[in-house]
């Protein structure tokens, strides 16, 4: 159900006095107050890994990996490391970042600061959409305001990126911060190999590192004490499209979809389905999304995908095909157009579901949609058209019979609703 | 030891050479751009690989000696 952890000070705690009064004060590296510390000054800031390995957390930027084992990882590698904070959040549908980076920037801060001192980073980095200077300048103001205070042994550089949705997956970021265009590189080296001046890169979403920032105060019994054994802790979703109130919510991982569309206030008009992980995600029917677990387990199992916790509710007054065929446009012009496969086959994609959504194409169609999704799934150098895949696989296996009307009669009555799903511009 | 095909897909400007090379294992899609078809290379067409590897005019074609995962 809901969870009162992240989002405790929400409403006030924008400001460092603010904060340290909601949250209390960062503890040492070595965990949270009252417990043994190692008496060895070197030993203590692995104690945050093994902490956050205790803990279970798991990455809240998608792709939900053991955060614990990606912060060893660095760490075990020799020489000075860089931790970038991915505050970008590409996911159109997504507001859960922009929450944190807004209201709660001292706990990302905090949470950044402990993973530099945990993997032995002097380089540290904080990154959003360049094109959000209002956004870029107050986080600014929260590393003046803490720099001032002596909390950041290693200065954090808030940096816009490009506001593309490639740009924030996490090979583009390191690349961009190199000096590069923010685009996506082929591996290897991973950025925890090589990255940001060659340096081995701890890469978080900046989710993950205000629940480090909380574990860190609370510790891993603490976390455990939400969510499940398998999937311990809260996240953030948001919540969007025909409830009552859209927004970003706090929940225990394992709270089902159908308890989120009622924290959300509850269905706005009768649903169809659930879009669940955003354009990166799947669509389920609403009767086999509503008992599913929050979980990246769950979802998978249900033929879905977690992703960053976007929740679209989606009408039955509305046709998921057309607002298929919109986002699958989005995604093709969103291609970094770097590999063939994903240049040439996201527009083909999306022609395929635009001419099925609007022009009644008897069947070459969908069967063109069929033969495209193997043909440009896995072969780029990035996710970006798995993601436009694993969208139009799920659009014909939650929706045949809306496929079938759509070959024999052709567009239905909701392809004339105004568009639901968000996209920028 | 196992051999892996791999294609870097953005120095792949789907030239196409590969496929002439290793029909067995690469097919062209609509497109022109190659497709792994098994990406394991029996030690029967090895050579042939590491042939098509060096054809490639961008080096796109990579032929991985080791076992394990490099996504």
């Known amino acids: 159900m809901t969870a009162t952890r992240l989002l405790a000070g929400v409403a006030d705690a924008a400001g460092l006095q603010d904060y340290e009064r909601w949250y209390g004060p960062l503890p040492g590296p070595g965990g949270p107050p009252g417990r043994a510390r190692s008496r060895s000054r070197s030993r203590r800031p692995e104690r945050l890994i093994e902490i956050i390995e205790a803990a279970g957390l798991t990455g809240r930027g998608g792709a939900g990996f053991p955060a614990g084992r990606k912060m060893r990882s660095v760490a075990a590698r020799p020489g000075r490391k860089a931790v970038v904070a991915n505050g970008a959040e590409g996911e159109p549908a997504s507001r859960k970042d922009r929450l944190l980076l807004t209201r709660l920037p001292h706990l990302v801060l905090d949470g950044i600061t402990l993973a530099a001192a945990a993997v032995g980073a002097d380089e540290a ?30 200065p954090i550089r808030v940096t816009g990126i490009p506001a593309r949705y490639v740009s924030s997956e996490q090979s583009s970021i390191v690349q961009y911060l190199n000096g590069g265009p923010g685009r996506p590189t082929f591996s290897p080296p991973r950025p925890h ?8 890169t701890l890469v978080h979403n900046v989710e993950t590192l205000a629940h480090m920032a909380m574990i860190a105060r609370h510790g891993h019994r603490w976390f455990r004490g939400a969510g499940l054994p398998s999937a311990p802790g809260s996240m953030l979703v948001t919540v969007s499209g025909a409830v009552t109130r859209p927004g970003v919510y706090e929940i225990e991982m394992g709270t089902t979809a159908g308890e989120v569309i009622m924290l959300a206030g509850g269905p706005a008009e009768r649903l169809q389905a659930l879009l669940i992980g955003g354009y990166f995600g799947a669509w389920l029917p609403v009767e086999a999304a509503w008992p599913v677990p929050m979980t990246h387990a769950g979802l998978r199992a249900a033929g879905g995908a977690l992703g960053a916790g976007i929740v679209i509710a989606f009408p039955a007054a509305a046709c998921p095909i057309a607002e298929t065929a919109r986002v699958a446009r989005y995604l093709a012009e969103e291609s970094a157009r770097q590999c063939g496969p994903c240049r040439l086959g996201l527009p083909a994609l999306a022609d395929a579901l635009a001419s099925l959504a609007f022009s009644g194409d008897q069947g070459g169609s969908a069967d063109d949609i069929a033969a495209l999704i193997p043909l440009v799934e896995r072969r780029g150098a990035c996710r970006h058209p ?40 | 030891m196992s051999t892996s095909l791999r294609i870097n897909p953005i120095a792949c400007t789907g030239h196409g050479m590969c496929a002439e090379l290793l029909p067995e294992v690469i097919e062209l899609d609509r497109w022109g751009y190659p497709v792994v078809v098994s990406p394991a290379i029996p030690r029967s067409l090895l050579e042939y690989a590491r042939r098509a590897a060096r054809a490639c005019p961008t080096l796109a074609l990579l032929v991985e000696e080791k076992a394990g995962k490099h996504r």
Not at chain 1, 126 to 133: E, I, K, Y
Not at chain 1, 147 to 154: E, T
């Open chain 1, 193 to 200: 190999e090589r990255g940001v001046n060659g340096k081995p």
């Open chain 1, 125 to 154: 980095y904080l990154c959003a959409h360049g094109t959000d200077s209002g956004l870029l300048r107050r986080l600014g103001h929260a590393v003046a305001e803490r720099q001032a205070a002596g909390l950041d042994p290693v």
């Open chain 1, 386 to 425: 798995d993601g436009a895949a694993q969208l139009a696989r799920s659009l014909l296996t939650a929706f045949p019979a809306d496929v079938h009307r759509h070959r024999w009669q052709g567009a239905c009555d909701g392809v004339r609703r105004p568009p639901l799903l968000p996209l920028p511009r």
